[in-house]
């Protein structure tokens, strides 16, 4: 009878830490994982510019649990005119759609170690980035529309 009782209480626990490391786990990697940057636009003061896609560039932004990096490219290896190389990385907190960056690390130094405010939404494969870039210093006010695709 002990043992019954025992192995039942063991089973039960194990099953509810399944279930709340699964439902923390859902909520917390919703955007883990490699996403390509397919469109990008940059409002400034009511004129709109499609900043992306450029031919022969790839971006990716990548996220963990609390970590995010972003990387662009030319597809050329680093040769010719149209060479370039950015990157950036810091950590990031999101709740319910309010998504806040803190750009620890990044190739254009006057922007390290900002903070930006952005909605942050997920639909099917796509994650869509948008809000306010700002930073007085540099003379930057502009609102970025970034749609990334999930990587497989």
């Known amino acids: 009878m002990k043992i019954t009782l025992l192995a ?8 509810s ?29 009511g004129d709109t510019v499609s900043t992306f896609p450029v031919k022969g560039q790839e971006m990716i932004k990548l996220f963990n649990d ?18 370039i190389f950015d990157s950036g990385a810091g950590t990031y907190e999101l709740k319910d759609g309010d998504y806040s960056e803190h750009l620890a690390y990044c190739n254009y130094r006057d922007w390290e170690n900002r903070d930006f405010k952005f909605k942050l939404r997920v639909q099917n494969d796509s994650l869509i980035q948008t809000g306010i870039e700002k930073i007085d210093s ?3 006010n502009q609102e970025i529309v970034e749609i990334y695709v999930r990587k497989k």
């Open 8 to 15: 039942s209480v063991l089973a039960f626990g194990l099953i």
């Open 17 to 45: 830490c399944n279930e709340k490391t699964e439902t923390k786990s859902e909520n917390k990697t919703s955007i883990a994982g490699t996403w390509s940057l397919v469109s990008s636009k940059v409002i400034t003061k």
């Open 66 to 83: 609390d970590t995010f990096a972003f990387f662009k490219h030319d597809l050329n290896g680093g040769k010719g005119e149209a060479a």
């Open 138 to 140: 540099l003379n930057i």
